[in-house]
């Protein structure tokens, strides 16, 4: 707008020359503003982030922003496929419990029964596998997730399926973690694992009575060698992180 003004009375000559000059100043000043913010916004991109490339030198606020992005939208699409396959396996088990899918189903799953299937394929809180996420590839950061897309450094114990090694020995055993095509791939096995699980019995049973993310973790004492500390970490990362906006 102060750029029209001026420009329209030094057109109509209803100033005097010195203010010309002045208000021919303004209008330079404005134009280079003008063209300054022009290359400033025009220099701004969006990030895309890929697991395979960690860049350098980023601040905590960075990294996390970095994890959010690769992280939220694959959790987030595992997460609905596991709640809808659930949702009409609990349908289909009320209606024909005895049906050729129950069955397939329940050796997936290695369940003993109907409603042992049920409690095993119900997906806990998505609060929970970020954290848990966040905490075993270090905020996105880890080796495995970069050459692997393996988020929670599941081993493999197939040398026929892809895979990396982890760069230790057990003894003379060189240990191998699984390399998966997607994030999402290994957000399910992930699921897959703590469905199956016999160290996970009791957490599988604990999420049918509740969602509670803070209560589920403390039954994920077996899943770390850090015990009860290791569900403990895991509530203040939710918490510190309010991850359980990601549950609503």
């Known amino acids: 707008m102060l750029y029209n003004c001026a420009e329209h009375l030094i057109k109509q000559g209803d100033i005097k020359m010195k203010n010309q000059i002045l208000l021919s100043s303004i209008l330079t000043l404005l134009l280079a503003g003008t063209t300054l913010l022009s290359a400033n916004t025009s220099t701004q991109k969006t990030v895309h982030y890929t697991a395979s490339v960690i860049p350098k030198h980023m601040s905590v606020k960075e990294k ?3 994890f959010f992005a690769l992280l ?3 959790v987030e699409k595992v997460h609905k496929e596991l709640e809808a396959e659930y949702l009409a396996t609990k349908k289909l088990v009320a209606q024909n419990p005895n049906s050729p899918k129950i069955k397939a189903l329940m050796k997936k799953y290695s369940a003993k029964n109907p409603q042992d299937l049920l409690v095993r394929m119900k997906p806990h809180p998505q609060s929970i596998t970020l954290a848990q996420s966040a905490m075993e590839s270090a ?5 495995f997730l970069q050459e692997a897309n393996n988020v929670f450094g599941v081993w493999s114990f197939n040398k026929n399926e892809p895979r990396v090694a982890a760069g230790k020995k057990r003894g003379k055993t060189t240990i191998y973690v699984k390399k998966y095509a ?3 791939d290994s957000i399910k096995d992930y699921y897959r694992v ?7 019995k009791g957490f599988r049973a604990a999420k049918m009575k509740t969602n509670n993310p803070y209560t589920l973790v403390k039954h994920l004492d077996k899943y770390s060698e850090r015990g009860a500390d290791y569900g403990k970490e895991l509530a203040s990362m939710i918490r510190y992180n309010k991850l359980t906006k990601y549950d609503d």
Do not use: D, M, Y
């Not at 905020?139 to 080796?143: A, E, I, L, Q, V």
């Open 64 to 66: 996390k922003a970095r």
């Open 72 to 74: 939220v939208p694959a």
């Open 139 to 143: 905020w996105g950061t880890s080796r």
């Open 182 to 184: 997607t994030i999402a």
């Open 194 to 200: 703590l469905a199956t699980g016999r160290a996970f």
